[in-house]
């Protein structure tokens, strides 16, 4: 059997603590030449014309919100199943968060769901490629302009994603990324901010020139967190240290993505959210565009393994062709418990990938079915560049042995089907009227 493994992994290059140190030493490692240079490849790599670091993702989303002058009070559509982070930022600006409910098969909002959520008020609507699943966005494009309403990307966890041979984040207004550090493409923490649009680049840029960078303590946070975080994902660390922790939690019944949270996500955000992006960061932004791709496709190769291994019962969103493989999901009708006899076989897998924005916010979860359907099944299974063709098979073999023990339910949807699966059954688009979703600011 393989040896425990983590369900993440930090994407880091030979070197790079050396392009840290040299750059320290010339003290530059917190203004230097690099953030130009990055902008401009990052914006090639993603075929746009304009693309401006950011400190954070947040920054970049809360800089193109800003430069598109929004009215107070103006409506944003965005989906149910999101981070946490992104209708805050919006409400935080005066505007107000309007959710629409997901499909379990993309795991984003559909043209539907956004119509269904249009008033006279609604001045943008943000599109998530969540989990590096490409969203069809050209339906909602072509609806929000007819409107003129703007389309903002979120490509948070999309690096490397395209959709029909292009990159996601052309297609809208703007886009926002993210590369916090636990991402395929990571520069302890940063984000852009991308468009095709020259006024509205200018605008941004302005906006993000005009914050402070990070002081050089918060910036060795970050790089200190992140090399702390990749030790303890790696062999032998995670099998000797992290796995038998993991496994006290487990059986104490304590949410291993809090201690995370606390002990990580806390200690790489700096202090405030709008800095710009460090030189440090942008070097080793220059430096991750030369293997990102290499990387993705051993992502995906892995995927594509777990693809032809797993068993037709084992319930799983449509990646399509171009997708980065960010997250590999699966779907199980006891997932808790699916999780933790995976967790005791080796394989560690991750529940609550995203947030149930509106219940955060205070609306009813009902009125987002698929949305509160999602939290419920969702799995997180390792699928990342540093596992092994023989780790994924094994992998494999044991999901499909663990999902196909019998597990007592009654008969109806979800029952025990013959060979032990339940069968998966989701509920069509929320119900209610399209206020249902609206947050107040």
Partial sequence: MILPVSRRTVSLYPGEWLDIARLAAAGELVEGECERSFAARFARYV???????????????????????????GEVIMPAYEDLSVPQEVRGLGLVPVFADVSPESQGVGVQGVLDRMTDRTVAVVVAHLFGIAAGIDAIVAAARGRGVKVI?????????????????????????????????????GGMAVTRDPELAARIRALVEASPYPSRADLLLRVLSTYALAAMTSAPA??????????????????????????????????????????????????????????????????RALDAALGAGIGRPDHGEGGNRYFYIIFDDDAPRLRSRLLRRGVDTGRGLMRHCPAAF????????????????????????????????????????????????PAGPGAERPGGHRERRWPAGAPGAARDGIIPP
């Avoid at 075929?47 to 009070?73: K, N, Q």
């Avoid at 002990?263 to 440090?280: E, W, Y």
């Fill in 47 to 73: 075929g746009v014309e304009h693309a401006v670091p950011t400190g954070t993702g947040r920054f970049a989303l809360s800089a193109i919100l800003r430069a598109m002058g929004p009215p107070p009070g």
């Fill in 153 to 189: 990307e979120d490509c948070a966890h999309a690096v490397g994603t395209r959709r029909d041979g292009t990159h996601v984040g052309g297609a809208g207004d703007a886009a926002f990324f993210s590369f916090h550090s636990t991402k395929p493409f990571m520069t302890f923490g």
């Fill in 238 to 303: 995670f099998p000797l240290g992290v796995f038998p922790v993991l496994l006290l939690l487990d059986r104490l019944g304590v949410d291993p993505v809090g201690v995370y949270d606390r002990a990580f996500r806390r200690p790489v955000s700096v202090a405030r959210t709008d800095v710009r992006l460090a030189n440090a960061q942008a070097l080793v932004g220059l430096r991750q565009l030369d293997r990102v791709d290499g990387g993705l496709e051993r992502r995906r190769a892995n995927a």
């Fill in 362 to 409: 205070g609306l009813r979860p009902e009125d987002f079915p698929n949305t509160t359907r999602m939290l419920e099944t969702s799995l997180q299974v390792p699928a990342h560049e540093g596992l092994t063709p023989r780790a994924m098979a094994e992998i494999a073999a044991l999901i499909n042995r663990e999902a196909a023990g019998a597990r007592p339910g």
